[in-house]
């Protein structure tokens, strides 16, 4: 059984800094990619970021591109999100994600098969 288990989330002033992680457990974790999703309140869940098995490739919606950092220990277990000079529109519910390949693309939730139960992050003006 797959287990992912976000943590870092919490409540921070605009321009500041978090970092989250998430700890795999269940299948070889270095055979996957994995990604970052958010979901706002009232919105759809977006994608945030990705970061593909092997190589390491990173891939960033727009909104964070510049700002966000996506990157992964293999020995670890985890992948981690940076998020950088944060603003209020990054509030959310921040979900990690499994996906053993980008069938329908690296930003689709479908091509993902488990996802965490999220962490919150708060963003104050």
């Known amino acids: 059984q797959v287990h992912l288990v976000e943590s870092g989330g919490g409540l921070v002033q605009a321009g500041g800094s978090l970092r989250l992680s998430c700890a795999a457990s269940?299948?070889?974790?270095?055979?996957?990619?994995m990604g970052w999703f958010r979901q706002a309140p009232g919105k759809e869940r977006e994608f945030v970021a990705a970061?593909?098995?092997?190589?390491?490739?990173?891939y960033y919606a727009d909104s964070v591109k510049g700002r966000f950092t996506i990157s992964r220990d293999d020995a670890k277990i985890t992948v981690s999100l940076q998020m950088n000079n944060l603003k209020p529109e990054d509030t959310a519910v921040y979900y990690c994600?499994?996906?053993?390949?980008?069938?329908?693309?690296?930003?689709?939730?479908?091509?993902?098969?488990?996802y965490g139960q999220g962490t919150q992050v708060t963003v104050s003006s």
């Open positions: 994600a499994r996906s053993r390949v980008f069938f329908s693309g690296y930003a689709d939730e479908d091509s993902y098969d488990y």
């Open positions: 269940g299948d070889t974790f270095r055979s996957y990619n």
């Open positions: 970061i593909s098995r092997n190589i390491g490739t990173t």
